[in-house]
């Protein structure tokens, strides 16, 4: 890939680390906390909400170039909607019980299982 000098290497810097840290460690927290019988159809359901999102920052992109010679700003400011959604919603998710028990936690980690299954 070409980054920002011309030069072949890395991504650019804007790229950024939250994209591949969300992606691989989503499916991994659904597989720990989804119930057995439905973790293929959890994992599968991440991966088409972000699909449908993608789709949705693209119809909301377009509409939006349309209203002003500015309106990428107002796209643009739509983005912290949904981040502090995520962001406020990660502060009351549970601890995986894998997690705790790796971490010598064993009887919060069987609380914790008991409590999502």
Same mark, same amino acid.
């Given at each position: 890939?070409?980054?920002?000098? $011309?030069?072949?290497?890395?991504? &650019?810097? +804007? &790229? !950024?680390?939250?994209?591949?840290?969300?992606? *691989? &460690?989503?499916?991994?927290?659904? +597989?720990?906390?989804?119930? #057995? *019988?439905?973790?293929? /159809?959890?994992?599968?359901?991440? *991966?088409?909400?972000?699909?449908? $999102?993608?789709?949705?920052? !693209?119809?909301?992109?377009?509409?939006?170039?349309?209203?002003?010679?500015?309106?990428?700003? #107002? &796209?643009? $400011?739509?983005? %912290? =909607?949904? /981040?502090? #959604?995520?962001?406020? !919603? +990660?502060?009351?998710?549970?601890?995986?019980? %894998? +997690?705790?028990?790796?971490?010598?936690?064993? %009887?919060? $980690?069987?609380? =914790?299982?008991?409590?999502?299954?």
């Amino acid at each position: 890939m070409i980054n920002r000098k $011309g030069t072949e290497g890395k991504e &650019s810097e +804007s &790229s !950024g680390w939250c994209f591949p840290f969300e992606f *691989q &460690s989503v499916p991994v927290f659904l +597989s720990e906390v989804a119930p #057995v *019988q439905w973790r293929g /159809g959890v994992n599968i359901l991440f *991966q088409l909400f972000v699909t449908i $999102g993608i789709l949705i920052a !693209g119809i909301v992109n377009y509409i939006t170039a349309k209203l002003h010679p500015y309106g990428w700003r #107002v &796209s643009l $400011g739509m983005v %912290a =909607v949904p /981040g502090l #959604v995520l962001f406020f !919603g +990660s502060m009351i998710l549970t601890e995986t019980p %894998a +997690s705790l028990v790796a971490r010598g936690k064993e %009887a919060e $980690g069987k609380a =914790v299982l008991k409590k999502i299954r």
